[in-house]
C-alpha cells in the first residue's frame, strides 16, 4: 500500500514529464485491441441497491446553455445524454446543477436567468428532468444528477455590476478571475440554506425517476471552499471545522430520500497547490492564503467519514481552478495520469475495511484521461479502481463503449485534448461540443446516420486536411463520387507537424483514425484518393467536376524583416515536419508565443534538448487557448527552464544573433502566471493595470530561428478555380477560408459533406 503520509503528490507531478519515454504506457495510449475482449469493463457492479450494467461512467461536463434560461433541460439536453446511453456507458452524470440561488449570486445571471440547468425552481423544471431520466433508461443505462452548492470564488464576479451582490466563499478569499475582488464569507445560516436545499434538489430528483445524486465536493467549487483549511479558515461556528459542511450535506440528503438512493461524491485527493507552485505560495497574493491545503492524509479521513454519513461511491482526482490542467488535462497531460490516485483510495479502503451503509465496499471511480480500452481494461485486471470514467471520450465516440464491447476499437474517434469546443466554447458563450465529433451538442438536430444524396454528384475535394477528409468520407458515404487530391504524401494537412512532437500523441491517434476512415471508406464507397498529386484548377476544369471544394488549407506567415530570409531561419511548420533542420543547432530562437510556437519550444527543449527562448511581441503567452492546455504547456516550459518574453518584438536578423526590441518596464505581466486566467475579450476588468512601455534593444545570440507567427488562409486557389469556372458550384472550406482550428475543420467539412 502507498504510505500517503509521504510526499505522493509531488512523487505522482514528477513523473509526469517522463511519461511519455515509457514506451509500455504510450502503447495502451492507443487505439488497439491487446487486451480484447475486454472482461473486466463490461462486468456488472453493484453500488447500494443499484446494479450498473457495466464499469463504464459518463463524466460531469457542464450542460452550459444546454437548458431553458429558467433551468428545465431541452430536447438538445435530453438527446445529447440519449446519445450516450445509446452508445452502451452503463452511468451517465450531468453537469454541475447548482441548489445555492438563494445565497450564491454567481450561479444566476440578472433577472433569475440561468446558464446552468436547475432542479431547484418549480415544478415546471421537473418534466425536463424527467423525460432526461426516461431516455437514458430506455437504453439500460442509469443517469445521477450533479448537485453542487455553488461556484463561490470562482463564479463569475459580474454579480458585483448586475446584481450589486459580492461573490461568496467559506471565508474572506479572492475571486479567482478577478482576484482584487474579494469574496465574503457565508453566514452559518446561509450554510444551513444550502444544505437544506441539498436535500429537497435530491428528493426532487429521486421523484423524477433519477438513480442517484452526485455531490460536486473538487476542484475549489464551494462544496470544496467549505471543506478544504486552503479555502476555510473560519474560526467560529459549526463549519469552522472544515469537515462539518460536507458530512452535514450527505446526512441531509440521505434523511431525504433513505437509504437505498446512492450518493456519489467527487473529491481531489489534494489541490496540489504547494506542489504545483512551490514558494510562489508565499510570494504570490491571491496564493498565500491557500498555503494549508488538506492533505492527503486529511481528504482519506474526510472520505471514511463521508462514508460513515451515507456515501455510497466516489471519483478522486487532483488540483483545482488555480492549477487547472490537473482537473481538466490536456493533450500535454499522459493518460491514466490520476490512476495512482484512484489505487491509492482503494487500498486504503481496503485496509481499514470501509465499508458503505448498504453493507458493500465502496468502489472507487478512475478518472483522467482513460480513454483507450487496452488501458481502461489494464486499471480493472491490475486492481487501480473499480469503475472507469469517460468524459471528453464520450463526446468525441458517444459509441465508444459499444465499439469496445464489439472489438471495433479503430473505429473509436479519440478525443485530441485541446478542450477548445468541449471547454473553451462554453466559456466564451457556447455550450459543449467536440472538436472531432460535429454531432456532439447537435444530436436534436443531424441524424446519427447521413442521408443519401437525392442526387449523385461527381465532386473533387482539394487539400486532404480534417476538413478535406471529413468532407470527403461524408460526400462518400451520402453516395456521391468523390476524388480526394493531396499535393503531398500524407494526408492529415497541419494534423502532420501536429503529431510530431510526443505531448501530441493523441493527434497521432487522431490521424490514425482519419487515415484508417479513409481506406475503409475507399473500399466500401466511391471514393478515390490521390496523393502526392497538385491539381491545377484548369486541370480540374477538364474532369467535369459537379463540385469542387478547396479546403487547401493555410500558409505560414513570414514578417518583412532584414535577415528573414538567411539559411538559418525556418518556420515551425517545417521544423516539425523535418526535425534535421534544428540537428546542429543549439541556441534556438521561437518567435511567436501561440500554441505552435509554445509546442515547438517544448518540442526542442524536452526531445531535442536545445536550448530555447519564446519571443511574443503580446503581453499574453497562447491567448484565446483554454485554461487547462495554456496553464499546462506554459507550466511545463518553465520546468524546462525556458524563457518566456513577452512583450517583445524581433527587429532584425544577423549571422548568429538577433535583435529585439524588448519591454523591461515592471508592468509587463509575468509570463508564467498560470493561476489567474485571461479573461474573455468582451470581458473588462477595471482593476487591470496600464502597461508602460521601457524598450530596450537586446541581441540575442541564436544558431536558428523558428518562426510561429500564425498562418494566413490559402483563399488563392479558390480563387483561381472561380476565376477558371472550373465547376458549376465551387466552395471554400476550413483553412482556405479562415484559419481556424480542428474544432472549425471538422465542423465545416462535416457540414459541407452532409449538404452536397
Same mark, same amino acid.
Given at each position: 500500500?502507498?504510505?500517503?503520509?509521504?510526499?505522493?503528490?509531488?512523487?505522482?507531478?514528477?513523473?509526469?514529464?517522463?511519461?511519455?519515454?515509457?514506451?509500455?504506457?504510450?502503447?495502451?495510449?492507443?487505439?488497439?485491441?491487446?487486451?480484447?475482449?475486454?472482461?473486466?469493463?463490461?462486468?456488472?457492479?453493484?453500488?447500494?441497491?443499484?446494479?450498473?450494467?457495466?464499469?463504464?461512467?459518463?463524466?460531469?461536463?457542464?450542460?452550459?446553455?444546454?437548458?431553458?434560461?429558467?433551468?428545465?433541460?431541452?430536447?438538445?439536453?435530453?438527446?445529447?445524454?440519449?446519445?450516450?446511453?445509446?452508445?452502451?456507458?452503463?452511468?451517465?452524470?450531468?453537469?454541475?446543477?447548482?441548489?445555492?440561488?438563494?445565497?450564491?449570486?454567481?450561479?444566476?445571471?440578472?433577472?433569475?436567468?440561468?446558464?446552468?440547468?436547475?432542479?431547484?425552481?418549480?415544478?415546471?423544471?421537473?418534466?425536463?428532468?424527467?423525460?432526461?431520466?426516461?431516455?437514458?433508461?430506455?437504453?439500460?443505462?442509469?443517469?445521477?444528477?450533479?448537485?453542487?452548492?455553488?461556484?463561490?470564488?470562482?463564479?463569475?464576479?459580474?454579480?458585483?455590476?448586475?446584481?450589486?451582490?459580492?461573490?461568496?466563499?467559506?471565508?474572506?478569499?479572492?475571486?479567482?478571475?478577478?482576484?482584487?475582488?474579494?469574496?465574503?464569507?457565508?453566514?452559518?445560516?446561509?450554510?444551513?440554506?444550502?444544505?437544506?436545499?441539498?436535500?429537497?434538489?435530491?428528493?426532487?430528483?429521486?421523484?423524477?425517476?433519477?438513480?442517484?445524486?452526485?455531490?460536486?465536493?473538487?476542484?475549489?467549487?464551494?462544496?470544496?471552499?467549505?471543506?478544504?483549511?486552503?479555502?476555510?479558515?473560519?474560526?467560529?461556528?459549526?463549519?469552522?471545522?472544515?469537515?462539518?459542511?460536507?458530512?452535514?450535506?450527505?446526512?441531509?440528503?440521505?434523511?431525504?430520500?433513505?437509504?437505498?438512493?446512492?450518493?456519489?461524491?467527487?473529491?481531489?485527493?489534494?489541490?496540489?497547490?504547494?506542489?504545483?507552485?512551490?514558494?510562489?505560495?508565499?510570494?504570490?497574493?491571491?496564493?498565500?492564503?491557500?498555503?494549508?491545503?488538506?492533505?492527503?492524509?486529511?481528504?482519506?479521513?474526510?472520505?471514511?467519514?463521508?462514508?460513515?454519513?451515507?456515501?455510497?461511491?466516489?471519483?478522486?482526482?487532483?488540483?483545482?481552478?488555480?492549477?487547472?490542467?490537473?482537473?481538466?488535462?490536456?493533450?500535454?497531460?499522459?493518460?491514466?495520469?490520476?490512476?495512482?490516485?484512484?489505487?491509492?483510495?482503494?487500498?486504503?479502503?481496503?485496509?481499514?475495511?470501509?465499508?458503505?451503509?448498504?453493507?458493500?465496499?465502496?468502489?472507487?471511480?478512475?478518472?483522467?484521461?482513460?480513454?483507450?480500452?487496452?488501458?481502461?481494461?489494464?486499471?480493472?485486471?491490475?486492481?487501480?479502481?473499480?469503475?472507469?470514467?469517460?468524459?471528453?471520450?464520450?463526446?468525441?465516440?458517444?459509441?465508444?463503449?459499444?465499439?469496445?464491447?464489439?472489438?471495433?476499437?479503430?473505429?473509436?474517434?479519440?478525443?485530441?485534448?485541446?478542450?477548445?469546443?468541449?471547454?473553451?466554447?462554453?466559456?466564451?458563450?457556447?455550450?459543449?461540443?467536440?472538436?472531432?465529433?460535429?454531432?456532439?451538442?447537435?444530436?436534436?438536430?443531424?441524424?446519427?446516420?447521413?442521408?443519401?444524396?437525392?442526387?449523385?454528384?461527381?465532386?473533387?475535394?482539394?487539400?486532404?486536411?480534417?476538413?478535406?477528409?471529413?468532407?470527403?468520407?461524408?460526400?462518400?458515404?451520402?453516395?456521391?463520387?468523390?476524388?480526394?487530391? *493531396? @499535393?503531398?504524401? /500524407?494526408?492529415?494537412?497541419?494534423? #502532420?507537424?501536429? =503529431?510530431?512532437?510526443?505531448?501530441?500523441? !493523441?493527434? &497521432? +491517434?487522431?490521424?490514425?483514425?482519419?487515415?484508417?476512415?479513409? *481506406? @475503409?471508406?475507399? /473500399?466500401?464507397?466511391?471514393?478515390? #484518393?490521390?496523393? =502526392?498529386?497538385?491539381?491545377?484548377?484548369? !486541370?480540374? &476544369? +477538364?474532369?467535369?467536376?459537379?463540385?469542387?471544394?478547396?479546403?487547401?488549407?493555410?500558409?505560414?506567415?513570414?514578417?518583412?524583416?532584414?535577415?528573414?530570409?538567411?539559411?538559418?531561419?525556418?518556420?515551425?511548420?517545417?521544423?516539425?515536419?523535418?526535425?534535421?533542420?534544428?540537428?546542429?543547432?543549439?541556441?534556438?530562437?521561437?518567435?511567436?508565443?501561440?500554441?505552435?510556437?509554445?509546442?515547438?519550444?517544448?518540442?526542442?527543449?524536452?526531445?531535442?534538448?536545445?536550448?530555447?527562448?519564446?519571443?511574443?511581441?503580446?503581453?499574453?503567452?497562447?491567448?484565446?487557448?483554454?485554461?487547462?492546455?495554456?496553464?499546462?504547456?506554459?507550466?511545463?516550459?518553465?520546468?524546462?527552464?525556458?524563457?518566456?518574453?513577452?512583450?517583445?518584438?524581433?527587429?532584425?536578423?544577423?549571422?548568429?544573433?538577433?535583435?529585439?526590441?524588448?519591454?523591461?518596464?515592471?508592468?509587463?505581466?509575468?509570463?508564467?502566471?498560470?493561476?489567474?486566467?485571461?479573461?474573455?475579450?468582451?470581458?473588462?476588468?477595471?482593476?487591470?493595470?496600464?502597461?508602460?512601455?521601457?524598450?530596450?534593444?537586446?541581441?540575442?545570440?541564436?544558431?536558428?530561428?523558428?518562426?510561429?507567427?500564425?498562418?494566413?488562409?490559402?483563399?488563392?486557389?479558390?480563387?483561381?478555380?472561380?476565376?477558371?469556372?472550373?465547376?458549376?458550384?465551387?466552395?471554400?472550406?476550413?483553412?482556405?477560408?479562415?484559419?481556424?482550428?480542428?474544432?472549425?475543420?471538422?465542423?465545416?467539412?462535416?457540414?459541407?459533406?452532409?449538404?452536397?
Amino acid at each position: 500500500m502507498i504510505d500517503p503520509k509521504v510526499n505522493f503528490v509531488k512523487e505522482l507531478l514528477d513523473q509526469y514529464p517522463n511519461w511519455f519515454n515509457d514506451s509500455e504506457k504510450m502503447d495502451l495510449a492507443q487505439m488497439a485491441a491487446r487486451n480484447y475482449p475486454y472482461t473486466r469493463l463490461f462486468s456488472p457492479i453493484q453500488v447500494n441497491r443499484l446494479t450498473l450494467k457495466n464499469r463504464i461512467v459518463m463524466g460531469p461536463m457542464g450542460n452550459i446553455s444546454m437548458a431553458e434560461e429558467m433551468g428545465r433541460p431541452t430536447n438538445k439536453m435530453v438527446q445529447y445524454f440519449a446519445e450516450r446511453a445509446k452508445g452502451g456507458a452503463g452511468l451517465l452524470t450531468s453537469g454541475l446543477v447548482p441548489i445555492s440561488q438563494a445565497v450564491d449570486p454567481t450561479v444566476t445571471e440578472r433577472g433569475d436567468k440561468s446558464y446552468f440547468p436547475r432542479i431547484d425552481s418549480s415544478r415546471t423544471v421537473f418534466a425536463g428532468w424527467r423525460d432526461l431520466a426516461e431516455s437514458v433508461h430506455a437504453y439500460g443505462s442509469r443517469f445521477f444528477i450533479q448537485l453542487t452548492a455553488g461556484l463561490g470564488r470562482v463564479g463569475s464576479p459580474e454579480s458585483l455590476l448586475t446584481k450589486y451582490k459580492m461573490p461568496v466563499s467559506a471565508s474572506w478569499n479572492p475571486n479567482f478571475y478577478i482576484p482584487a475582488i474579494p469574496c465574503r464569507p457565508m453566514t452559518d445560516g446561509e450554510c444551513r440554506t444550502i444544505l437544506k436545499a441539498a436535500g429537497q434538489g435530491a428528493a426532487d430528483a429521486k421523484a423524477a425517476t433519477i438513480d442517484g445524486v452526485y455531490l460536486h465536493g473538487h476542484e475549489g467549487y464551494l462544496l470544496e471552499q467549505m471543506t478544504n483549511p486552503a479555502f476555510n479558515r473560519r474560526l467560529f461556528g459549526r463549519y469552522a471545522n472544515w469537515q462539518n459542511f460536507g458530512l452535514d450535506m450527505v446526512k441531509e440528503i440521505r434523511k431525504r430520500v433513505g437509504p437505498h438512493f446512492p450518493i456519489m461524491y467527487r473529491i481531489d485527493l489534494s489541490l496540489a497547490l504547494n506542489e504545483t507552485y512551490g514558494k510562489r505560495m508565499e510570494d504570490v497574493t491571491s496564493l498565500k492564503s491557500f498555503q494549508k491545503e488538506r492533505t492527503v492524509t486529511q481528504t482519506l479521513d474526510y472520505m471514511v467519514n463521508l462514508v460513515k454519513a451515507g456515501v455510497d461511491l466516489f471519483d478522486v482526482d487532483l488540483g483545482c481552478y488555480d492549477n487547472w490542467w490537473l482537473p481538466h488535462p490536456p493533450n500535454s497531460m499522459p493518460s491514466g495520469c490520476f490512476l495512482a490516485v484512484s489505487r491509492l483510495v482503494k487500498e486504503y479502503f481496503e485496509h481499514e475495511k470501509v465499508i458503505s451503509n448498504a453493507g458493500l465496499p465502496v468502489p472507487v471511480v478512475a478518472v483522467g484521461k482513460l480513454g483507450y480500452p487496452d488501458l481502461a481494461e489494464q486499471a480493472l485486471r491490475d486492481g487501480d479502481c473499480d469503475m472507469i470514467m469517460l468524459a471528453r471520450p464520450l463526446l468525441a465516440d458517444s459509441e465508444w463503449p459499444n465499439k469496445a464491447y464489439a472489438g471495433r476499437v479503430m473505429d473509436i474517434r479519440p478525443c485530441i485534448g485541446d478542450q477548445e469546443a468541449c471547454i473553451n466554447e462554453f466559456v466564451e458563450g457556447g455550450h459543449p461540443q467536440c472538436s472531432v465529433n460535429p454531432r456532439t451538442g447537435f444530436e436534436d438536430v443531424f441524424d446519427r446516420e447521413v442521408k443519401p444524396a437525392m442526387t449523385a454528384k461527381k465532386v473533387a475535394v482539394v487539400g486532404a486536411g480534417p476538413s478535406g477528409i471529413v468532407c470527403a468520407i461524408t460526400a462518400a458515404q451520402r453516395g456521391h463520387k468523390v476524388t480526394l487530391y *493531396e @499535393k503531398s504524401n /500524407k494526408v492529415g494537412g497541419m494534423l #502532420v507537424p501536429g =503529431s510530431v512532437p510526443k505531448i501530441k500523441y !493523441e493527434v &497521432k +491517434n487522431y490521424l490514425a483514425y482519419l487515415e484508417y476512415q479513409l *481506406e @475503409k471508406t475507399s /473500399k466500401n464507397f466511391d471514393l478515390t #484518393v490521390n496523393l =502526392s498529386q497538385d491539381i491545377s484548377p484548369d !486541370e480540374l &476544369k +477538364n474532369k467535369d467536376f459537379d463540385t469542387i471544394i478547396v479546403s487547401v488549407g493555410g500558409s505560414a506567415v513570414t514578417p518583412k524583416l532584414p535577415g528573414i530570409d538567411a539559411d538559418f531561419v525556418v518556420q515551425a511548420i517545417d521544423l516539425l515536419k523535418n526535425p534535421e533542420l534544428a540537428a546542429n543547432a543549439q541556441k534556438i530562437a521561437v518567435i511567436g508565443a501561440g500554441a505552435v510556437g509554445c509546442e515547438a519550444a517544448h518540442y526542442l527543449a524536452s526531445e531535442l534538448k536545445k536550448t530555447v527562448t519564446v519571443i511574443e511581441m503580446l503581453p499574453t503567452i497562447m491567448p484565446g487557448l483554454c485554461t487547462a492546455n495554456r496553464g499546462h504547456l506554459i507550466h511545463a516550459l518553465e520546468k524546462l527552464a525556458v524563457p518566456l518574453w513577452n512583450c517583445t518584438k524581433l527587429k532584425s536578423i544577423e549571422n548568429g544573433k538577433i535583435t529585439l526590441l524588448r519591454n523591461v518596464s515592471n508592468t509587463v505581466p509575468d509570463p508564467f502566471n498560470t493561476w489567474t486566467p485571461i479573461l474573455p475579450e468582451n470581458i473588462h476588468n477595471p482593476f487591470s493595470k496600464a502597461i508602460v512601455e521601457d524598450i530596450k534593444e537586446i541581441d540575442l545570440e541564436t544558431d536558428l530561428v523558428v518562426l510561429a507567427m500564425g498562418l494566413k488562409p490559402g483563399r488563392d486557389y479558390y480563387e483561381s478555380c472561380i476565376k477558371a469556372q472550373a465547376a458549376p458550384e465551387i466552395i471554400q472550406l476550413g483553412d482556405s477560408f479562415q484559419i481556424g482550428r480542428v474544432f472549425e475543420a471538422v465542423k465545416s467539412g462535416s457540414m459541407v459533406g452532409r449538404n452536397l
